[in-house]
């Protein structure tokens, strides 16, 4: 989780978004050098995460919540409570860590804007 100097919370980074293909492909759309890039470059911001009721995933079963994080095609899904309050993250890799299990997320555009960044990327691994 990435959080400012007040605590706030910001979004969430991950080891696969610090080595993977999203380094390469923000620093070519910036023009820029790898490490040259920030945190806040890479990280999937909080607007961009979705939130599920924390007492409906307590009772929803592990592949009840791979498959909500397959169908968004996010990695990570914010808990909140009642009031919307944070109250923690559910992830793909956490999941697939803990179980020895591979799980696979694809990204999904959910905007116009999204669809450049994922074509991209699928170039390069297709090349």
């Known amino acids: 989780m990435v959080i400012d100097h007040d605590d706030t919370f910001l979004g969430v980074i991950n080891s696969k978004d610090l080595t993977g293909r999203k380094v ?3 620093a070519q759309q910036r023009n820029q050098a790898r490490s040259n890039l920030t945190v806040e470059d890479l990280m999937t911001r909080k607007a961009d ?5 924390s007492a409906m995933v307590q009772l929803a079963k592990i592949g009840d919540v791979l498959g909500t994080l397959k169908d968004l095609g996010h ?3 914010l808990l909140v409570d009642n009031e919307g309050v944070l109250r923690g993250m559910s992830s793909a890799s956490d999941i697939a ?3 020895h299990i591979p799980v696979n997320i694809l990204q ?3 905007s116009f804007k999204d669809i450049f960044p994922i074509i991209h990327e699928y170039l390069e691994m297709t090349a």
């Open 108 to 110: 999904k555009a959910h």
């Open 49 to 53: 995460l979705h939130a599920m009721p």
């Open 97 to 99: 860590r803990d179980l």
């Open 24 to 26: 390469l492909s923000i």
């Open 75 to 77: 990695q990570h899904v």
